[in-house]
């Protein structure tokens, strides 16, 4: 009774933050960022395998990107089978994209808590953590929303945004996935974005 009371807490609160994340893209010209500029700005962490990592990531390439920690307990591993599922059915196209899940929790999600985490959904995801300042610090350049939540026994959960932001070869916001999306919805706009018509 008291996990589904948690779980049906989780989902509400997973609607808000989709809520807020659609309504910062709105306010950004409409699903793009006002004046083609790069979302975000420069930041160096590291890669689940402890490679280092900068902006240079989001180039070159379209990426799908997720902001979540690995003790979540329903929004993350739900969208994370979802990207991975989403890659499956792209095929061959998915080449070309990038998968990016970035941990809000960089306390407790090291590299090495972020390889066992991605590998469990699919090699092809990328996990990106690091010092937890530099993550903030990129958490809000990317305007993500994130927040500690203390819950009994001294632990913590974390609230955070819930939605996949598209980016496109340039780095630029492209869109949207929300969380639970209908799955021919999001593949649509993964097409989009790959044709370069997002």
Known sequence: MRR?????????VAAALVGVTALWVLSRNQGGIAGGDRLGADFTLVDEKGAPVTEEIFEGHPSAVFFGFTHCPDVCPTTL???ASWREAL???????????VTVDPERD?????????????????????EPD??????????VFYRKVETEGGDYTM?????VFLLDR???????????????????KLNRLLDGAA
């Open 4 to 12: 589904g009371i948690l779980i049906g807490l989780w989902i509400a």
């Open 110 to 130: 090291t590299p090495e808590v972020m390889a066992d985490y991605v590998s469990a959904f699919d090699a092809g995801i990328r996990g990106i953590t690091g």
């Open 159 to 163: 609230d955070h945004t819930a939605s």
């Open 170 to 188: 340039d780095g630029r916001l492209a869109g949207t996935i929300n969380f639970n999306e209908d799955r021919d919805a999001a593949l649509a």
């Open 81 to 83: 089978a979802d990207m």
């Open 134 to 143: 530099k993550v903030r610090a990129m958490l809000d350049d990317y305007h």
């Open 91 to 101: 095929g061959d196209k998915a080449d070309d994209l990038a998968l990016v899940f």
